[in-house]
C-alpha cells in the first residue's frame, strides 16, 4: 500500500533550538586554505545502516529544518535502509520507500542490504522514493555499463560539493542470488578489483566538473573485509576527497583522521546503526571542515515542529504496522535471546535459545531429518511476555524463502566445520541448529567432533553416518545468498516452500507449540557443546 506524503506547516521555535543545532561542540576539526568568504556555513547531515529504525527519519527531518534556518543543509545517506527490521520486512521495502521521498535527500549511496529483494525490486523502490542514488561499481553485464551515476554534484550558496557512492564488493558474495539469473549467470557485478580506481575517475571527472568539495558516501566500513577493501583503504588509495561518511561496520565514529595518497588527513566518520545517531558534517565559511554525532533519542525527547511532515509519513506507516504486528503469537516466560551477558552477539558463535526455536521450527514444518540456519539471519532476541507478530518479523526480517536440501553426511561435517572456523569470534555465518548435535573445540583441527544426528522416532542422538544421505531444512539466502559460506549451492534440492521462514516460527509457535513457549526452551540444549 502507497503512503501519500502529507505536509505540514512547521510552527515557529525559539530562536536557540536552531542555534543550539549548528554549533553543537566539534570532535574533529580540519582546515583548508580559505578560498572565498561567505556569509553561511554548509551543514551535511548524514546517517548509515538505518535497517528500518525509521523514527530516526523524523529526528533528522527535524534537525534538518532547524539547520536551515542559519545554514545550507544536505542529507545523505551511507546506505542499508531498505531492509532489516519490520518495516521493510512486512513492506518488502516500500514502507522506507515513502519515508525516504519525503526526507528530499541530496545523494545517496547503495547498501548491501539494499538487493535483498533483488536488483529490480530495489530499482523500482528508488525510483519511488525519488532517491539521488550515486554508485561507481555497480555495473550491468548486459550492457556494459553502471546503473547509477558515479556522483552527483550540488550547489550550496556558492559552493559546489561532490557526493560521490561506493558499495562494498562483498555484497556480491553475500547476496548472491540478486546478482544472478535463475540459471546461475552473472548479470550485475561489483567491480571487486577495481573499487578503488573507480571512485578516484569519479573524484578527478567532479573536481573537472567545478566541484569545491568531495564528500564520498562509502558503505565499504573501517574493520577489515575478506576482500580487503575498507574506507580507510579508500582514503590511503586516492586523493581529492575531503571527507568520507561510511557505513556497513555499524561502528560508532565521530571522526578517525586518515592519510590519503598525497599524506593529507582526511577525516572518517560512521553514525552506528539503527539511528544511534545522526552525523553532522560542517564546512565552514572559511573552508574548514569537522564532524559530529548528534543522538538521536535526544532530538526525539524534544519535539520542535520542525520535520513535522516527515513525522507524519513515519506515523502512517506506523498506524499501517501496527495492524499487522500487535496479533498474539504465543506467551513465554523467558526470554529468546542472541546476546551474551556482555552484549555481544552469542547467535553469531555459539547455540542459542532463539536459534533453537527457528532451526526446530524449519525441521518440525518441513520433517527435514536436520535444520541449519545462519546465526546472522536472527536479528534480535523476543523478551518474555506476550509475542506477536512484529517480535517474530523483527527478530527474522529478511522474508527468505524455505526450502530442503539432499547432503551426505561427509558434506554436512564439511558444512560445519568452515561454518565453526572463526568461533569464538561472531560470524554471520555460525549455525545454529536442529537435529544436530556436536563439539566444538577451539585451535585444534578438526574443530567438529562428536557429530551426532537426531533419531527422530527414539529422540536419541547416534553417531553420523558420513556416507549416508540426510535431508536439510533451510532458507534461501543459505542457499543462494552466500550464507554459510555458500557451501550449499550445489546441492540437491528435495522441495522449495513458497513459505517464509518468519511465516515457519509464527506457525510453530502458535499451532505446533499451542501458543505457549515451552519451557525447555529456556536455555541452550548443549547441541553445540
Not at 90 to 119: C, K, T
Not at 455 to 481: F, K, Q
Request: net charge negative.
Amino acid at each position: 500500500m502507497r503512503i501519500v506524503r502529507t505536509d505540514v506547516y512547521c510552527r515557529f521555535v525559539p530562536f536557540f533550538v536552531a542555534m543550539a543545532c549548528v554549533l553543537a561542540l566539534y570532535s574533529c576539526h580540519t582546515t583548508r586554505p580559505l578560498r572565498q568568504a561567505r556569509e553561511r556555513s554548509i551543514v551535511i547531515l548524514y546517517e548509515n545502516d538505518v535497517h528500518c529504525a525509521i523514527d530516526g527519519y523524523a529526528g533528522m527531518a527535524q534537525l534538518r529544518d532547524a539547520v536551515a534556518d542559519t545554514a545550507w543543509v544536505a542529507l545523505t545517506s551511507s546506505g542499508d535502509f531498505l531492509q532489516g527490521g519490520t518495516a521493510g520486512a512486512l513492506s518488502r521495502g516500500q514502507y522506507i520507500a515513502d519515508i525516504m521521498r519525503a526526507m528530499r535527500y541530496d545523494a545517496v549511496a547503495l547498501g548491501n542490504h539494499e538487493f535483498d529483494f533483488g536488483i529490480p525490486h530495489m530499482k523500482q523502490l528508488l525510483r519511488t522514493a525519488a532517491l539521488p542514488v550515486t554508485c561507481v561499481n555497480l555495473r550491468d553485464l548486459s550492457c556494459d555499463s553502471i546503473v547509477y551515476t558515479p556522483y552527483i554534484i550540488k550547489t550550496y550558496g556558492n559552493k559546489r560539493i561532490a557526493f560521490v557512492g561506493v558499495t562494498t564488493p562483498s555484497a556480491f558474495y553475500t547476496e548472491q542470488y540478486a546478482f544472478r539469473s535463475a540459471d546461475g549467470l552473472v548479470h550485475h557485478d561489483l567491480c571487486e578489483t577495481e573499487v578503488y580506481a573507480l571512485v578516484q575517475k569519479a573524484v578527478d571527472e567532479a573536481r573537472g566538473n567545478g566541484a569545491d568539495y568531495v564528500v564520498a558516501l562509502s558503505h565499504l566500513g573501517a574493520s577489515d573485509s575478506p576482500l580487503n577493501v575498507t574506507s580507510h583503504g579508500l582514503v590511503a588509495a586516492t586523493s581529492g576527497i575531503d571527507a568520507v561518511l561510511d557505513g556497513h561496520s555499524h561502528s560508532v565514529v565521530e571522526c578517525c583522521m586518515v592519510k590519503n595518497r598525497l599524506g593529507r588527513m582526511i577525516p572518517v566518520t560512521q553514525t552506528g546503526t539503527q539511528f544511534a545517531n545522526i552525523g553532522k558534517l560542517l564546512i565552514s565559511p572559511d573552508g574548514g571542515i569537522s564532524t559530529h554525532l548528534v543522538p538521536v533519542p535526544t532530538l526525539l525527547s524534544h519535539k520542535t515542529g520542525y520535520g513535522d511532515d516527515v513525522r507524519c509519513v513515519v506515523d502512517s506507516v506506523k498506524a499501517l504496522m501496527s495492524e499487522v504486528i500487535k496479533e498474539e503469537v504465543c506467551r513465554t516466560s523467558f526470554p529468546l535471546s542472541i546476546l551474551d551477558s556482555a552484549g555481544r552477539q552469542r547467535v553469531r558463535y555459539a547455540e542459542t535459545n532463539a536459534g533453537n526455536v527457528v532451526t526446530d521450527a524449519l525441521r518440525a514444518y518441513t520433517g527435514a531429518d536436520v535444520a541449519i540456519m545462519n546465526g546472522g539471519g536472527i536479528r534480535t532476541g523476543i523478551a518474555e511476555g506476550i509475542v506477536t507478530v512484529g517480535d517474530v518479523v523483527a527478530m527474522m526480517p529478511y522474508d527468505n524463502a524455505v526450502a530442503v536440501l539432499q547432503i551426505t553426511g561427509g558434506e554436512l561435517l564439511a558444512l560445519l566445520e568452515a561454518c565453526c572456523g572463526s568461533a569464538p569470534q561472531e560470524s554471520g555465518d555460525f549455525p545454529q541448529v536442529s537435529g544436530i548435535s556436536f563439539r566444538l573445540c577451539n585451535d585444534m583441527t578438526p574443530r567438529v567432533r562428536d557429530l551426532q544426528i537426531l533419531d527422530a522416532s527414539t529422540g536419541v542422538y547416534r553417531p553420523i553416518d558420513l556416507t549416508a544421505t540426510y535431508s536439510l531444512a533451510t532458507i534461501e539466502y543459505d542457499i543462494t545468498g552466500g550464507g554459510l559460506h555458500d557451501m550449499l549451492r550445489t546441492a540437491t534440492r528435495v522441495k522449495d516452500y513458497q513459505t517464509t521462514d518468519t511465516q515457519v516460527v509464527i506457525w510453530y509457535l502458535n499451532e505446533k507449540l499451542r501458543g505457549v513457549l515451552t519451557d525447555d526452551y529456556r536455555g541452550v540444549q548443549g547441541r553445540i557443546r
